[in-house]
């Protein structure tokens, strides 16, 4: 069965960085993408970006361009998400889900909808 | 980028009624819509793909519809389990984003 199983929760200062994991099993990791997504407290979902591990393509969301860079590792089949300069309002549950993505017209990959899900990764900025 | 909005915001039902949540998009979409189930501490569950697929294991209560920029999310008959947070999410441009959710409680 389809498993996404994430490191463990985090506490970090204002400024440091973060590196949340997410070891795949059950498929073929390098057929899919693999998406992030977080949680404030309380609050809503809001989509990070995607990295394909079929090839590395990434795709970040604007207002985290800079910040963020995610990867793969084919060999043990996980993903990386790693944020930096970390702010308290970074503080929230980050997951990670298994994405199809196609390529269209011009090129450039768009991914489908999240249809397996990691545990979530707790990571809380506080001084 | 496009925006997402969901009504109610919050829906107090009773088991046994029939829900309906809805969502829409800031621009068309197509059919590029999935629909999502939260349970607190819990990771989400997709529920509906492209806007109207039921994901395989999600009971036949739960239906979707809809194209373009309005679509619903349906529970014929809520059952105890079904209260939970719902979410809707478009993934037709290169950014996918996700509504705002729908809180369904206990009347």
Do not use: H
Not at chain 2, 46 to 64: D, H, N, T
């Amino acid at each position: 069965q389809v498993q996404l199983v994430q490191s463990g929760a985090e506490v970090k200062k204002p400024g440091a960085s973060v590196k949340v994991s997410c070891k795949a099993s059950g498929y073929t990791f390098t057929s899919y993408g693999i998406s992030w997504v977080r949680q404030a407290p309380g609050q809503g979902l809001e989509w990070m970006g995607w990295i394909s591990a079929y090839n590395g393509n990434t795709n970040y969301a604007q207002k985290l361009q800079g910040r963020v860079t995610m990867t793969t590792d084919t060999s043990t089949s996980t993903a990386y998400m790693e944020l930096r300069s970390l702010r308290s309002d970074d503080t929230a549950v980050y997951y990670c889900a298994r994405t199809t993505y196609y390529y269209d017209s011009s090129g450039y990959p768009k991914t489908y909808y999240f249809d397996y899900w990691g545990q979530g990764t707790l990571v809380t900025v506080s001084s | 980028d496009i925006q997402m909005t969901q009504s109610p915001s919050t829906l107090s039902a009773s088991v046994g009624d029939r829900v309906t949540i809805t969502c829409r998009a800031s621009q068309s979409i197509s059919s590029w819509l999935a629909w999502y189930q939260q349970k607190p501490g819990k990771a989400p569950k997709l529920l509906i793909y492209k806007a109207s697929s039921l994901e395989s294991g999600v009971p036949s209560r739960f239906s979707g519809s809809g194209s373009g920029t309005e679509f619903t999310l349906t529970i014929s008959s809520l059952q105890p389990d079904d209260f939970a947070t719902y979410y809707c999410q478009q993934y037709n441009s290169y950014s996918p984003s996700f509504g705002p959710g729908t809180k369904v409680d206990i009347k």
